[in-house]
């Protein structure tokens, strides 16, 4: 099987503009909270109501969603470790907090999360 580099993901091909901001801070003695902000400015509307997340073991699928998901807003997982792979995603799942904010046509600011 071929671990071949990923190309960037799709959302990121229809993206005028993609802009990550990373914060890690101590939570507790031995924790710590990572914060990801990712935002995305297009040129164009994008009919994109949903946020979607991959998350896979398997580098044939990982390689096949990269290279023929095209919609706006998705994020995807790799965990190479397959015996880790469902502990791993069932606790990062447990632990995050989710808000996207769009605009909508008429300039309406949007908001909506899952915590």
């Not at 099987?1 to 960037?8: E, F, G």
């Not at 995807?76 to 996207?100: C, K, N, P, Q």
Request: charged fraction near 25%; include cysteine.
């Amino acid at each position: 099987m071929n671990d071949a580099v990923v190309a960037p993901t799709a959302d990121l091909a229809v993206s005028t503009r993609t802009k990550v901001r990373l914060e890690i801070r101590k939570h507790g003695s031995d924790r710590y909270l990572l914060t990801s902000t990712v935002s995305y400015s297009f040129d164009r509307r994008i009919d994109a109501d949903r946020f979607t997340l991959f998350a896979t073991c398997s580098p044939v699928l990982r390689d096949a969603l990269t290279a023929a998901c095209d919609w706006p807003l998705v994020e995807y997982w790799f965990i190479s470790d397959r015996a880790a792979f469902h502990d791993s995603v069932d606790a990062t799942m447990s632990t995050i907090g989710l808000e996207v904010q769009a605009s909508d046509i008429s300039g309406r600011r949007r908001r909506a999360g899952v915590a």
